[in-house]
Each structure stands twice: as structure tokens, then as C-alpha cells.
């Protein structure tokens, strides 16, 4: 049974591959009443220790408990906000196990994964033309990860498109 008609969204792709740029393009042009959950703001609630999650961390390690934790209060709050009318788009990078996890808390809503994907070319262009985040390898690491995700709903190849077609897109996904 869902609960929520009101779609849940997960974009999910590799830094710089415009999860931001797009989730706020939705929300202000393309929909009447929308929120967007950013996890990397999440996560940075817990101080200390503060601890980047990344895909070659063990399942148990603390850096991705902390990941679980940022996925559970993205969860919560999205129920939140689809209880009072608003569509809901959140911003995370996760694998297979982590966009399940998702799932499981979101059974009993619209929810949706949709990656974004431009080549890796684009994806580290995009990535030189704004302040310095994480480093080349780190990237490259992301960008694999992603490439080789499959617990998606929808891929979007957005090397050629601007951020208000793929805004548009999701839009028409309803």
C-alpha cells in the first residue's frame, strides 16, 4: 500500500553530476510545493566525529553508520513533508545496499531512484569548474561506483542536457 502519492525522489549520481543544481531547479520551477533534502547537510549535523562515507568503507565501519543514520533522518523528514503536501526530492551518492536501505524505510511511499549519469569526461569538467571538494581519485572512485549501480528506477545520461530538461524530465515522471 502507498501512503504518500506524492513522490519521494532520490537523485543519486557522482560529484558534480548536478544532483543540487537540478533538485532546486524541480523544486522552484517545476513544482507547486516541493522540499530538498540535501544528506551531505544531514551527516554534517553529527560534528563529532564527522565522517565521510566512502564506497570502499566496510559495511559496519563508522563512516557509514553515520551514512544510515543521514539516510534514516532523510527518511523521516521526507515523510514529514510529504504528510504536509509537498513533493520531495533528496541528494545522496549511495550504492545498491544503501539506495535498498532507501527502500525499506520508504516502503509505504511513491518512491522513486533516479541516476544521474554523464560520462566521466563531463562529470570531472563539471567537477574542475567549481571550488575543490575532493580529489581526482576520489572522483574517479564515485563515478565507478555509480557507473556499476543497478537498484535504480531510472538513468538519465545528462551530458548533453541542461539542468532544466533533466528538472523537466522528473517532472514528467509523476
Request: with cysteine.
Amino acid at each position: 500500500m502507498t501512503i504518500g502519492k506524492l513522490p519521494i525522489t532520490l537523485l543519486t549520481g557522482p560529484a558534480a553530476c548536478g544532483k543540487n543544481t537540478i533538485a532546486h531547479i524541480y523544486a522552484t520551477q517545476f513544482s507547486d510545493r516541493c522540499a530538498v533534502i540535501d544528506t551531505d547537510l544531514l551527516r554534517w549535523m553529527l560534528r563529532k566525529p564527522h565522517l565521510a562515507p566512502w564506497p570502499t568503507d566496510p559495511a559496519d565501519s563508522p563512516s557509514q553508520v553515520q551514512h544510515h543514520l543521514g539516510i534514516k533522518h532523510a527518511c523521516m523528514l521526507s515523510k514529514s513533508f510529504v504528510a504536509e503536501g509537498c513533493d520531495v526530492i533528496i541528494c545522496d551518492v549511495v550504492g545498491d545496499r544503501l539506495a535498498q536501505y532507501y527502500r525499506e524505510l520508504l516502503t509505504d511511499h511513491a518512491f522513486r531512484v533516479v541516476l544521474l549519469l554523464p560520462t566521466w569526461e563531463a562529470s570531472l569538467g563539471r567537477l574542475y569548474a567549481r571550488p575543490p571538494t575532493i580529489t581526482d581519485d576520489e572522483a574517479k572512485l564515485l563515478y565507478d561506483q555509480q557507473a556499476s549501480f543497478t537498484n535504480y528506477d531510472v538513468k538519465i545520461d545528462n551530458t548533453h542536457l541542461s539542468p532544466e530538461d533533466v528538472a523537466a524530465r522528473l517532472r514528467g515522471m509523476k
